[in-house]
């Protein structure tokens, strides 16, 4: 079973799932204070790895909801198994886009 | 927990999912074009200060944050952690209130 990639697409939607849950508080936390300073310290490398990281996985997260979607709500058709590659796929092209923007 | 409970917990997930698959797109656009040439208080609170577009818009990706994280979690809980019954629940709805809570504030903070 852990050579199929349907469980690799679940293990990678509930980790990058676990990982925006966490992320989520130091978000609001960041938006409410740090505005009102400088946004100097998220040019630090770490600080954008982390960024990086994060934008990462909140396209997985999303490429994989819209997979479970898909599967669970449209009627089945051959293409759904490309799926997990398509979820892949947006997560790659949001990082890349990202890591040109940064 | 009733199967009337289950049903209605995987269809607020769904229905919320929906509704964050339309604001993630959004977000992910937004963090591109915010991040070029370095992130800047100034520039986020330009777009967001006074915009009531934006503070609608956040609000309803609170809201659909608030129902969503929390239900992933118990998935969660129960499944890796083996955590069950009322005290994961209520750690949930507390997790649940300060998601809205700490979501709400960081949304006024940038549209006020």
Same mark, same amino acid.
């Not at chain 1, 852990?2 to 469980?7: D, N, T």
């Not at chain 1, 978000?27 to 300073?37: S, V």
């Given at each position: 079973? !852990? ?29 409410? /204070? ?15 790895? =982390? ?11 999303? /490429? ?8 669970? &709500? ?13 979820? %892949?796929?947006?997560?790659? /092209?949001? =990082?890349?886009? &990202?890591? @040109?923007?940064? | ?12 997930? !769904? ?15 937004? *963090? ?5 040439? =370095? ?9 967001? !200060? =006074? ?8 609000? @309803? &990706? ?8 929390? *239900? ?11 955590? !069950? %019954? ?27």
């Amino acid at each position: 079973m !852990r050579q199929h990639a349907s469980y690799w697409a679940f293990v990678v939607h509930r980790v990058s799932g676990i990982a925006l849950a966490l992320f989520l508080p130091l978000h609001f936390w960041t938006l409410a /204070g740090a505005l009102e300073g400088s946004l100097a310290w998220t040019e630090a490398p770490l600080v954008k790895l =982390g960024e990086w990281l994060i934008v990462v996985a909140l396209a997985a997260h999303l /490429g994989g909801g819209l997979r479970v979607l898909a599967l669970e &709500f449209l009627p089945w058709r051959d293409w759904q198994k490309s799926l997990a590659a398509a979820a %892949g796929a947006l997560a790659v /092209g949001v =990082g890349l886009a &990202f890591a @040109l923007a940064l | 927990m009733s199967y009337k409970t289950q049903a209605a917990l995987w269809l607020l997930q !769904r229905a919320s999912a929906a509704v964050l698959g339309v604001c993630v797109v959004v977000h992910l656009f937004t *963090i591109i074009y915010a991040v070029r040439g =370095g992130l800047t208080s100034a520039e986020i609170l330009e777009r967001t !200060r =006074g915009s009531v577009g934006w503070f609608a818009f956040y609000s @309803l &990706f609170v809201l659909a944050v608030t129902i969503h994280v929390p *239900i992933g979690l118990r998935s969660i809980c129960t499944e890796w952690l083996h955590w !069950r %019954g009322r005290s994961r629940d209520f750690a949930l709805l507390l997790f649940a209130a300060f998601v809205a809570w700490a979501g709400m504030h960081a949304v006024l903070a940038v549209y006020i």
